[in-house]
């Protein structure tokens, strides 16, 4: 059962322009939403995060946006720079029980 | 802290062999979670520890596996008997239960390949 969904498979910018990935849900229980970055040969490392009571969270260059009446979420990097290619995934949890994952979305940013 | 170790990086095996993986979660993590991930897919779950005690499993694991965290520090994946289609990257994760929000700590990974 795929509850988070990724349905880009991937993405290509220009450096210093913005950067939106995408991310849908169908479990309206889930009250975390979580975005990890993934260089290959490394583990994901957790980027950013969102409850569910709330739709904006800002740190830094990366925000993240949830809609719950639609159930869809984003990431926005902006500016975007070539270290910030990697493979994005998007997580949800419910009441801190184990997470579930999309599919990933490969971001690549141009110089 | 070093962060999450899991030993070996790489496993490659005959099928029809059985392997067990190793994983050391940050010490002050209670929690411990096993993922697999296939080319072009998310980390799936299979199970996850609070302390010593396995509170939850996904269907994906089959009765071919099975996990132990017996003091509740370290953690071990088995895989008995194993098929091609087991062939896939064993991701293990930390956290505090405590803590909402803040996401897992993820470990490199273990590679199965069986050939």
């Known amino acids: 059962d795929q509850q988070v969904k990724q349905n880009s498979p991937s993405l290509s910018v220009q450096e210093g322009r913005i950067s939106i990935l995408n991310c849908d849900y169908t479990?309206?229980?889930?009250?975390?939403f979580l975005w990890y970055k993934k260089y290959p040969a490394e583990g994901p490392t957790f980027l950013i995060s969102?409850?569910?009571?709330?739709d904006k969270n800002e740190d830094g260059r990366f925000t993240v946006f949830l809609n719950k009446s639609a159930k869809h979420l984003s990431l926005h990097i902006v500016p975007s720079q070539p270290g910030d290619s990697a493979v994005y995934f998007c997580a949800a949890s419910y009441n801190n029980n184990d997470m579930r994952f999309g599919a990933g979305t490969r971001l690549t940013v141009k110089p | 802290d070093t962060g999450v170790s899991q030993n070996p990086r790489h496993k490659i095996t005959k099928r029809g062999q059985n392997v067990t993986f190793r994983c050391d979660p940050i010490s002050e993590h209670n929690r411990l979670y096993w993922y697999r991930q296939t080319l072009g897919q998310g980390p799936e779950f299979l199970t996850y520890?609070?302390?010593?005690?396995?509170?939850?499993k996904s269907r994906l694991l089959s009765d071919r596996f099975s996990a132990e965290r017996p003091k509740g520090s370290f953690s071990t994946l088995e895989i008995q008997r194993t098929e091609q289609g087991d062939s896939a990257m064993y991701l293990c994760?930390?956290?505090?239960?405590?803590?909402?929000?803040?996401?897992?700590?993820f470990g490199s990974g273990t590679r199965l390949t069986v050939v």
């Open positions: 969102i409850s569910s009571i709330k």
């Open positions: 520890f609070q302390n010593e005690a396995q509170l939850e």
């Open positions: 994760a930390s956290s505090l239960s405590s803590i909402k929000g803040y996401g897992y700590t």
């Open positions: 479990n309206s229980m889930f009250d975390y």
